[in-house]
């Protein structure tokens, strides 16, 4: 995770928008993220917790849709948690802690956990370890969404997926230099593992309701609830 720190802080100032430039559909991919994100409307207060959290692009949403929630935002990156703090600064309910969320204590129960194109970089070890403690962490009727990328469910489909996504970063306008550096980054650091495992992970981590809302070839959005 390490070199996955210095990867990120070296990129975070262009983060935001190269972003529109690299994942297709963006604005499906996140907002079907966003419309996971459902509690019960008798909820007087939200407590969320977006892990990898970057520069808060998935937190934004979030606060759109719960601006009186108290969301915290834990991220390895201080550079990326910088530019986040400059997208919130003018919000007082907004938290930020720079750690390892593979190793870092949650410390409290919450009601959404979510998060976005970061625990692909996690070795399967250190995803399964994770769900499990996202689940210890939420609370009863909580929810955890994942929008993230996955590997193929055959090496065939997988090469398939990856030449679709070469396809778009190249010809998205992003110069060929930083499109160049973006596909390198994804091939020296992601460790996607297949959808069907994941799930089945989560089911064994205790979540229930555990389903995909949202996909486009490798790019995913699934959640699991607590009963």
Same mark, same amino acid.
């Given at each position: 995770?390490?070199e996955?720190?210095?990867?990120?802080?070296?990129?975070?100032?262009?983060?935001?928008?190269?972003?529109?430039?690299?994942?297709?559909?963006?604005?499906?991919?996140?907002?079907?993220?966003?419309?996971?994100?459902?509690?019960?409307?008798?909820?007087?207060?939200?407590?969320?917790?977006?892990?990898?959290?970057?520069?808060?692009?998935?937190?934004?949403?979030?606060?759109?849709?719960?601006?009186?929630?108290?969301? +915290?935002? $834990?991220?390895?990156? /201080?550079?990326?948690?910088?530019?986040? @703090? %400059?997208?919130?600064?003018? #919000?007082?309910?907004?938290?930020f802690?720079?750690?390892?969320?593979?190793?870092?204590?949650?410390?409290?129960?919450?009601?959404?956990?979510?998060?976005?194109?970061?625990?692909?970089?996690?070795?399967?070890?250190?995803?399964?370890?994770?769900?499990?403690?996202?689940?210890?962490?939420?609370?009863?009727?909580?929810i955890?969404?994942?929008?993230?990328?996955?590997?193929?469910?055959?090496?065939?489909?997988?090469?398939?997926?990856?030449?679709?996504?070469?396809?778009?970063?190249?010809? +998205?306008? $992003?110069?060929?230099? /930083?499109?160049?550096?973006?596909?390198? @980054? %994804?091939?020296?650091?992601? #460790?996607?593992?297949?959808?069907?495992?994941?799930?089945?992970?989560?089911?064994?981590?205790?979540?229930?309701?555990?389903?995909?809302?949202?996909?486009?070839?490798?790019?995913?959005?699934?959640?699991?609830?607590?009963?």
């Amino acid at each position: 995770m390490e070199e996955v720190r210095k990867a990120f802080d070296a990129g975070a100032f262009q983060y935001d928008t190269q972003r529109r430039l690299i994942i297709p559909d963006f604005t499906g991919f996140y907002g079907a993220a966003l419309w996971a994100a459902t509690i019960p409307p008798s909820k007087k207060s939200t407590a969320i917790l977006d892990i990898g959290a970057g520069t808060g692009i998935l937190s934004e949403l979030m606060v759109q849709r719960y601006p009186g929630a108290i969301i +915290t935002l $834990l991220d390895i990156s /201080e550079n990326m948690l910088e530019m986040a @703090r %400059r997208r919130f600064r003018e #919000r007082s309910n907004i938290h930020f802690i720079i750690a390892d969320y593979s190793r870092e204590d949650f410390g409290k129960e919450y009601d959404i956990i979510c998060s976005a194109l970061s625990i692909h970089h996690l070795t399967n070890v250190n995803k399964r370890r994770l769900y499990r403690r996202i689940f210890e962490a939420l609370n009863v009727g909580g929810i955890f969404i994942n929008a993230d990328q996955v590997q193929g469910e055959s090496e065939w489909m997988h090469q398939r997926n990856l030449e679709y996504w070469d396809e778009f970063v190249m010809h +998205t306008g $992003l110069p060929q230099k /930083e499109a160049e550096a973006v596909l390198t @980054r %994804r091939d020296r650091y992601d #460790r996607m593992e297949k959808l069907t495992v994941q799930l089945r992970w989560l089911k064994g981590a205790g979540f229930s309701d555990v389903e995909l809302v949202y996909k486009n070839r490798p790019f995913v959005v699934f959640l699991g609830t607590t009963a």
